[in-house]
């Protein structure tokens, strides 16, 4: 690398073996020369911005009609290699390096060693790199995924799938290396060979998790595809060597990689096979010990009838070295040794939401009769439908399936019909009046009143009658806990134990703090409705789809709910539920057949053996799946949430933002499926 500099500024800089050269513009490098020309240099890109590859130039485009370019090295270039150079020095350089060399021969001859006193061994570049190239791959918009195909040069989609290896990727390697077209009429001696380079290749000193095992797996395909297309046998020859050469280390690496980037049974059995045909030395040492100690269930019959006799001897070698199992560390010996009075009971899977008694249920933004003159009372009236028939053909399931049908339209009948909904149906002055007049001041007022009851609690915070004490807070030999730990604490009911610990002053009156936190949250929940309300007041009078009566009906809804809504648990017994509305921005809502989210939510809590089927949009994931989380994590179990595949990283990212983040306890992830093997350590 050239740096090249003008009054003390850095002007230029030359990468001379790729042909880059970049002109410092401001805080940006830009590409000066070449087809590259006008692409900036992204500093400092993260794994996310190179596909999570460990080399490589992210060069981002001035042009936004042109794609962002990935610069990959080759992928030669990530090993070091050792050469033996002799010292050129001269003069009194060459008598200080002789100096130096007897100091060192007379340290290791203590050792019964003798150096070679004249010549010095270093890390060097390889000499064949003098003259380098890279591999360009652009980059998607906003996906910023690779934009690779099959009609992607093979030489492109090798070096990329190199890359992947030596990051560690075996998942990405096998999606690249699957690309290519194998069976293409194009695949001439010229691509083979490089395949076949790739193959063989493996760079040193670098780790290669599953590399091996993902390059035999292409080395099968590659044997099935020339023998479909009755290539020469040379070809064929050289894919078996190939094939023989990585398995000891795919065998190796087996038991350490996921399902999916694993050997299958069929590849292991035509390894074993090719190697006990080319004389392959590990044979014995790797198949046999995956046959005795894995339980992999292959048939020596079937699968290995020549080998069968070999096999079988190895395989009784290895179980009569084995030494013989410790079944005192056996999971069954371990759960009889469990007390019953340690194990857990019903009481301890259920949790009680704390609700408020009735009467002390209260509006959080207005009184009903405080909105009547927006709405007008409508009753719902549901048509009449009748399953009657004959039903003496049916299946007797058929006619339990009527019956339950039934019931359960006659349950929402008596839940729905004649129910009284809300409609909008204030003129649009009116509307704009009540926007003004009554919502937007107290948005206003709630926004002061959080500001002034923060500063109030974090005056409490620092503040302690005692002198001495109060001058060793502000010395900071008493340091008070933060805001952020004062929540955590109060959501744990643990207010008393961080002052216990003098993170709180000895003087602080832990229950008035309690008091001014839930008055703190419970004015971010009312703060939030009022935003939501006024964002739903300014659609009713702007959006024209309202105009439509349906459309209407569900935005008036909405609205007198948010108006009114209530809060109904106890946020002194369990603080927990009155942060998560205020932290997450939302309130616990009406659903349909005259049910509450807070209604699903205990029945999810109260019994273990609950299933709760609900409508989309009605707070499964969002709500009912998290809170059942943070409330049945009690220190006595460990709660599980099982989800499926597609919807694994959504989950869990939401899990660590709401569960982590705010609450604190730990979220893990446990990848697995039903093939996975459970076995003892």
């Not at 050469?245 to 390894?271: H, I």
Request: aromatic share 8%; net charge positive.
């Amino acid at each position: 690398m050239f740096l090249w500099s003008q009054k003390g500024r850095l002007k230029k800089v030359e990468l001379p073996r790729y042909g880059l050269i970049f002109e410092v513009q401001g805080k940006q490098l830009v590409v000066s020369e070449g087809p590259l020309k006008g692409y900036k240099l992204k500093l400092n890109p993260s794994a996310e911005d190179k596909r999570k590859l460990l080399s490589g130039l992210v060069l981002e485009p001035t042009d936004p009609k042109k794609p962002t370019k990935l610069l990959l090295p080759p992928s030669r270039t990530l090993e070091s290699s050792e050469y033996e150079i002799k010292t050129k020095a001269k003069g009194l350089g060459k008598l200080f390096y002789f100096f130096q060399k007897i100091r060192q021969f007379i340290e290791l001859i203590k050792t019964g060693k003798i150096p070679e006193i004249f010549s010095e061994t270093k890390i060097q570049p390889d000499p064949n790199l003098e003259k380098l190239s890279y591999t360009t791959v652009d980059l998607r918009p906003f996906t910023q995924e690779l934009v690779l195909s099959k009609q992607t040069p093979v030489e492109v989609l090798l070096e990329v799938a190199e890359h992947y290896a030596v990051a560690e990727q075996p998942a990405e390697m096998q999606r690249i290396l699957q690309l290519i077209p194998l069976d293409s009429p194009k695949m001439d001696s010229a691509k083979l060979q490089k395949i076949f380079n790739f193959l063989d290749h493996s760079p040193r000193n670098l780790p290669h998790q599953g590399a091996a095992t993902i390059k035999l797996k292409f080395a099968f395909n590659l044997k099935n595809s020339l023998k479909k297309n009755a290539v020469e046998k040379k070809f064929i020859q050289a894919v078996n060597k190939a094939i023989v050469s990585l398995g000891q280390t795919a065998l190796e690496e087996g038991p350490s990689l996921t399902p999916d980037v694993a050997l299958s049974k069929r590849e292991k059995v035509e390894l074993a096979k090719l190697a006990e045909k080319l004389n392959a030395p590990y044979l014995n040492t790797h198949v046999a010990p995956l046959v005795a100690e894995k339980g992999t269930a292959w048939s020596l019959d079937e699968d290995f009838p020549e080998q069968k006799k070999v096999l079988e001897e190895a395989v009784k070698s290895i179980k009569d070295q084995r030494p013989p199992r410790d079944w005192s560390q056996s999971i069954q010996t371990l759960e009889k040794n469990i007390h019953p009075e340690d194990q857990l009971k019903e009481a301890d899977l259920q949790y009680t939401v704390k609700r408020l008694p009735e009467d002390q249920v209260f509006y959080r933004l207005f009184q009903p009769k405080e909105v009547a003159g927006l709405f007008r009372e409508e009753e719902v009236v549901l048509p009449a439908i009748d399953l009657k028939s004959d039903r003496s053909q049916l299946e007797e399931c058929e006619k339990y399936s009527l019956e339950t049908l039934e019931k359960d339209l006659e349950n929402y009948r008596k839940a729905e019909d004649h129910k009284k909904i809300y409609v909008l149906s204030a003129s649009p002055g009116k509307i704009k009046q009540f926007l003004q007049q009554k919502v937007l001041p107290k948005i206003a007022q709630s926004e002061k009143k959080i500001e002034n009851n923060r500063l109030k609690i974090e005056e409490k915070l620092r503040f302690s009658s005692q002198p001495e004490e109060q001058l060793a807070i502000f010395a900071g030999q008493q340091p008070s806990a933060s805001f952020d730990e004062v929540k955590l604490a109060f959501m744990k009911g643990q207010l008393g134990e961080l002052k216990a610990q003098k993170r709180l002053p000895s003087t602080l009156d832990v229950e008035a703090l309690k008091k001014d936190l839930i008055d703190y949250f419970e004015t971010q929940v009312q703060r939030n409705a009022l935003e939501s309300a006024a964002n739903l007041l300014q659609e009713a009078l702007t959006s024209r789809k309202y105009t439509n009566p349906e459309q209407r009906k569900i935005l008036s809804q909405a609205l007198h709910h948010l108006l009114t809504t209530r809060c109904q648990y106890d946020a002194k017994e369990d603080p927990r539920f009155l942060v998560f509305e205020a932290q997450q921005f939302l309130q616990f809502k009406h659903l349909d057949a005259g049910l509450e989210q807070l209604q699903l939510l205990e029945a999810l809590l109260n019994d273990p053996h609950a299933i709760v089927q609900a409508p989309t949009g009605s707070g499964k994931t969002a709500v009912f799946s998290v809170l059942r989380s943070l409330l049945k994590a009690n220190g006595k179990n460990l709660v599980i949430q099982k989800v499926l595949p597609p919807l694994f990283q959504q989950t869990y990212d939401k899990y660590k933002e709401v569960l982590g983040d705010l609450y604190g306890p730990s979220v893990y992830a446990l990848r697995f499926n039903l093939k996975m093997r459970l076995e003892e350590s």
